[in-house]
């Protein structure tokens, strides 16, 4: 009983803090890594941290967060024009922007999260797992937010879509999304077994 509350309880613990990290990213420029001329984000890598430590769940509720805190940027703190339609009280339509804001970065948790599950099953090394789901998991989210785009809002012809996710950007992030999670997760899940908090 001890050990399910204690387990329960880091848990939330890491959810808070994973929660608080996003918030520190999206308001401030340290979610933006600037290598002129151009700039990466890693503001889905709290999530997919979240989403290998924690699971689906936990991933989609980090996912979001993710999209909440985009909207509440985009709406208070746009940075460009194109920042307008991921806020649905300004984009004139408000039911294609909360789409665009909260799927997307909901599937994100949940996608990286099944296939680390999946992953670790099928080529039986953790770490590996750990890379290969961080990478395809913002690969998707990358072509989930410019799909959406082009789909819902016309602001993007299809060819940029695609010539955006092969984009220096894009593979930089995912490049990211691979090292980062790989270099946190892989402790942190030595860590919370040892201290018996999930499985082996």
């Not at 002129?36 to 979240?50: A, D």
Request: with cysteine; aromatic share 8%.
């Amino acid at each position: 009983m001890k050990k399910n509350t204690l387990a329960r309880t880091m848990r939330l613990a890491q959810l808070a803090m994973l929660i608080a990290i996003q918030a520190i990213l999206t308001f401030t420029p340290l979610g933006f890594i600037m290598i002129p001329p151009i700039s990466i984000t890693i503001m889905h890598i709290p999530v997919i941290i979240g989403a290998v430590t924690m699971g689906p769940l936990f991933g989609g509720i980090l996912g979001a967060s993710f999209g909440v805190m985009s909207m509440l940027k985009a709406t208070f703190a746009a940075a460009s024009p194109a920042d307008i339609i991921f806020s649905p009280f300004i984009s004139g339509t408000p039911v294609q922007s909360l789409i665009l804001c909260v799927v997307p970065r909901i599937l994100l948790g949940v996608i990286a999260a099944w296939l680390f599950i999946g992953l670790k099953k099928l080529i039986k090394n953790e770490t590996a797992s750990i890379g290969l789901s961080a990478g395809i998991a913002t690969l998707c989210h990358s072509a989930m937010v410019l799909g959406l785009m082009w789909f819902l809002f016309d602001s993007l012809p299809l060819k940029e879509v695609f010539a955006t996710m092969m984009s220096l950007n894009c593979l930089l992030e995912i490049a990211m999304a691979v090292v980062v999670g790989m270099a946190v997760c892989k402790p942190l899940l030595v860590y919370l077994r040892k201290q018996k908090l999930i499985q082996k």
